[in-house]
């Protein structure tokens, strides 16, 4: 389903000059500016996004690298609100991807035991995140509290499986000193 009407006049017409797509979504979304994570429906190929608008039924987002998409169910997760959505790849454009949801998991209540590697997805975002923060002088702390990680998103143990980097693991045991219950 294609929620653009194009006003080219050559199919597949693409690049500089060319007119943008008229608006055919029935509900408007929501300009915002989320950090997320896109990956397959197994939670591989995970990459970094940006959530640039969504409703409750899709949202656009933009893959910081020009990273391939599955045309099959993949997961977008929103950093930010703690919730990964099951979607389908709607159309894109370069950088910029539509999608629609299918379903939404809330990470911070139950899920299946065959989706917990979504929350390995959101604890490596969150990693990252504070990475970022920190190599720009912020402390651990000011960076744990701005990218809002508490101790019910930390596992006992950095999950198995997860991104493999040694940095994100050393970050792991030092932020789970800082935030969790024994803190």
């Not at 899709?58 to 910081?64: E, P, S, T």
């Not at 159309?91 to 910029?96: L, P, Q, S």
């Not at 490596?124 to 960076?143: F, H, P, V, Y």
């Not at 006992?156 to 024994?182: F, H, M, N, Q, W």
Request: aromatic fraction near 6%; charged fraction near 30%.
């Amino acid at each position: 389903m294609n929620l653009f009407k194009s006003n080219k006049s050559e199919p597949g017409a693409e690049g500089a000059g060319a007119e943008p797509p008229v608006e055919r979504r029935k509900r408007k979304r929501k300009r915002v500016l989320l950090s997320g994570v896109v990956a397959d429906s197994k939670g591989t190929n995970a990459a970094d996004c940006a959530i640039r608008d969504m409703n409750e039924r899709g949202a656009q987002i933009y893959l910081h690298k020009n990273r391939p998409l599955s045309s099959d169910a993949i997961y977008l997760l929103d950093t930010r609100n703690q919730v990964a959505y099951l979607a389908n790849l709607v159309w894109r454009d370069d950088e910029r991807v539509g999608l629609s949801f299918i379903r939404s998991y809330a990470l911070r209540e139950a899920i299946s035991p065959e989706l917990e590697f979504l929350r390995a997805l959101l604890l490596q975002a969150k990693l990252r995140q504070i990475q970022a923060l920190t190599t720009r002088r912020l402390s651990t702390e000011e960076a744990i509290k701005l990218v809002g990680l508490s101790a019910d998103l930390l596992p006992e143990s950095y999950p198995a499986g997860a991104d493999a980097d040694p940095g994100l693991r050393y970050l792991y045991t030092e932020v789970k000193s800082r935030v969790g219950p024994d803190s």
